[in-house]
């Protein structure tokens, strides 16, 4: 690397290591079961879940690998009472805590100080937590659940009714995902190059040099949630019940612990105060029915045949992803940065860090991620019909149509999105708010074929056929394509399609089956109470949606939300034509591929072209190739000489053909997605399957054994 100043180079390697990804994982379940009398019974249970997954974000620097360790524990406690002949009363108490850390397998790293990063040069960073920026790392959250609920239930002649309430109290501390270590990026300047300043204590002069922020590192999600409800169930007659419920939700305003919630206005201050509303209407209704067919026995038989149907409502959480995106976001939290050109010549002498801010207020055009005011809780219709038949043999065959809406549903949307490269309030940045612009719809037809445990065999054979259309691409994480946001912000319309979770066939096939073996003395120890059982799971591959990454098209100053223009149908899937201007390239077509070299737009799928916006592209077009995966699972009792009490040794194995199993790339860690201007496009048979996976999903071949003692 050069240091210029007539200094000879600096010679630097680069080294390839392989980083192993294990995850331990301790388990613990113990259960008490007490019946004093015959109107009281007593029911206590503790859960605990130890898991570290190792190296779930490497990097070589030593101490900055990212190590995900999570604990869950819950305590489970119910009392019931036989008040009467027709009365029964349940309470339930329960405490639940989780605890999940995103931070350095070192912890002193987080105190190591700033990032340090060299903009064009060989090393591009040191410093930097499991090889992405500390805007993702350090972060984590503990919970602490306290639930209690009671339920009432009334026997009178046909009609049994559950009345009750369910609250749950939430003490919580997460970490906020931004740098308050701050960044220093050293560049090229007054003639010298980037790690020649470096070296000579000098910032450089290209972009920014120093940048801070300053917020709080945590915050304190406190919420109360409750819900009252009452059902009836009647039996109208033998062969006919009805049920009919209301239920009453209200989860709280969790964002108002933060001093600046939501998103005030633009005729507001930026600095404005504005609270999330409360969402104080959720009732959900629902209904459903059961009915035997007492008619046509040929083809229902005597009591063979059931139908049932429903519909109901229900009303989905706010999760504290939203709160902690807020909690790190201006004015909440603000960075500060200093700019090299600001002084000229090589940028700043003694550049290290004492150069970092130590102060700073909120820039109004600083790019915020908020909520609106009136967040409301996402609803959702569900609705279903289903028959289900047994048949001779001990079978039982099943066909039901499902359906589900979603309205209201969070998406991240652009307040101030640009026109011409304008934004439309140009004295604010970039507003992405979560707000309930989000629906979707689903229908499928799921199909079973069931036999019960006879002569030692159950099997199950399930197939469903369904298709998910939403316009809602996420509303924390890029699920596909390159952004959350739309991509045309004036009409969301264009973006309804398959969903990112579009399965539109997925078959399971599972059994058990007890091997036969002798069941008494030595031999019935040794050969006998075998048991296996598996699972066959067969499914479509995953969408992905085709979009041009770090370039903006229709000048809405979003880099990554635009899609292509679809040229040529017959031409190759993996084809496209890149106007060669915009990267600085020339080309004797005026076009080049993601390599740079030249080709004719007239032979290729897709086209980049700010002149070319008619025909896009839409979203989820791509897909993936299907999953394919066989588990089974191997169990040994043995018999021993106390009365109830057994001994069994499980043995697990997932995947068990190592079939690779290709989806999209996923922060990085693998080669293609669905970016044109990747040389890997539209190619997912180039990531690793999961075989390897590099961020801890450990799908490929692998196993674990348990031992069970029940008495």
Do not use: C
């Amino acid at each position: 690397m050069a240091l210029g100043g007539g200094r000879p180079d600096v010679q630097f390697g680069t080294v390839t290591a392989a980083f192993p990804a294990p995850i331990n994982t301790y388990d613990m379940l113990v259960r008490v079961d007490w019946t004093p009398n015959e109107k009281d019974n007593f029911a206590a249970r503790y859960l605990f879940n130890d898991q570290i997954v190792t190296n779930q974000f490497p990097t070589p620097f030593t101490g900055f690998a990212v190590d995900v360790p999570g604990r869950v524990q819950n305590l489970y406690g119910s009392y019931t009472r036989i008040l009467s002949s027709r009365m029964t009363n349940e309470f339930r108490f329960s405490y639940g805590r989780f605890n999940v850390l995103f931070g350095a397998q070192d912890p002193a790293a987080l105190n190591f100080g700033p990032q340090f990063l060299f903009a064009g040069g060989t090393i591009s960073g040191v410093g930097i937590l499991g090889g992405l920026t500390t805007t993702f790392f350090p972060q984590g959250r503990v919970f602490n659940n306290y639930q209690f609920q009671d339920t009432i239930t009334y026997t009178n002649g046909a009609h049994t009714i559950r009345a009750g309430v369910d609250m749950m109290r939430q003490l919580a501390k997460q970490f906020v995902p931004f740098n308050a270590q701050g960044t220093l990026t050293f560049s090229a300047g007054g003639g010298f190059p980037v790690f020649g300043n470096f070296v000579d204590g000098f910032s450089g002069t290209q972009g920014t040099f120093a940048a801070k922020t300053f917020g709080s590192s945590e915050d304190h999600p406190i919420a109360f949630q409750q819900a009252y409800f009452i059902n009836d169930t009647w039996r109208v007659k033998p062969n006919v019940s009805l049920n009919l419920g209301l239920r009453y939700e209200n989860y709280g305003t969790p964002s108002n612990v933060v001093p600046f919630p939501a998103f005030a206005g633009f005729d507001q201050p930026f600095d404005a105060v504005a609270k999330q509303k409360g969402d104080n209407n959720n009732f959900a209704p629902r209904f459903s029915f059961a009915y035997t067919p007492h008619v046509a026995s040929w083809l229902f038989g005597e009591d063979k045949t059931v139908i049932r149907g429903g519909v109901g409502v229900g009303y989905d959480v706010s999760f504290n992803n939203i709160l902690s995106n807020t909690a790190a976001s201006p004015p909440n939290a603000f960075g500060v940065s200093l700019l090299g050109s600001s002084v000229g010549g090589r940028g700043f002498a003694n550049a290290g860090v004492d150069s970092l801010p130590t102060s700073g207020s909120p820039n109004p055009r600083s790019a915020v991620t908020t909520i609106v005011p009136d967040l409301r809780n996402p609803m959702t219709w569900t609705w279903n019909l289903d028959v289900q038949r047994e048949l001779p043999g001990n079978l039982i065959v099943d066909a039901a149509y499902v359906g589900t809406r979603g309205l209201r549903l969070f998406i991240n949307e652009q307040l101030n999105p640009g026109v011409d490269n304008v934004r439309l309030h140009p004295e604010r940045g970039s507003i992405v708010a979560r707000t309930n612009g989000g629906d979707s719809i689903y229908h499928s037809l799921q199909t079973r074929v069931e036999r019960g445990m006879k002569n030692g065999l159950l099997f199950r054979f399930a197939y469903t056929y369904s298709k998910s259309i939403d316009d809602a691409a996420s509303e924390v994480f890029v699920t596909t394509g390159g952004a959350s946001r739309a991509s045309n912000p004036f009409d969301r319309r264009i973006d309804r399609s398959v969903a990112s979770f579009d399965v539109p066939h997925r078959a399971v096939w599972s059994f058990i089956y007890d091997i036969p073996g002798p069941q008494k003395g030595f031999l019935g120890q040794v050969a006998g109470l075998w048991r296996i059982g598996g699972i066959y799971r067969l499914q479509s591959g995953s969408p992905e949606t085709v979009f041009v990454g770090g370039v903006d098209l229709n000048n809405d100053l979003e880099a990554f939300n635009d899609r292509p223009s679809v040229a040529n149908l017959n031409a190759p899937a993996r084809s496209v034509a890149i106007l060669g201007d915009l990267f600085g390239i020339s080309s004797p077509t005026g076009y080049v591929d993601a390599n740079g070299d030249p080709i004719n737009p007239a032979n290729v799928r897709y086209i980049v072209d700010p002149a070319i916006r008619n025909n896009l592209v839409g979203r989820n077009t791509l897909r993936g190739n299907i999953t394919n995966t066989m588990d089974l699972s191997l169990n040994k009792g043995f018999r021993l000489p106390f009365e109830g009490h057994k001994l069994e040794v499980r043995f697990d194995f997932f995947n068990v053909f190592n079939h690779p199993n290709f989806t999209w790339a996923f922060l990085g860690s693998d080669n293609s997605n669905g970016d044109v201007t990747n040389p890997f496009f539209n190619n997912v048979r180039l990531n690793d399957g999961g075989i390897t996976s590099s961020v801890g999903t450990q799908v490929g071949r692998y196993g674990r054994i348990q031992l069970r003692y029940s008495f």
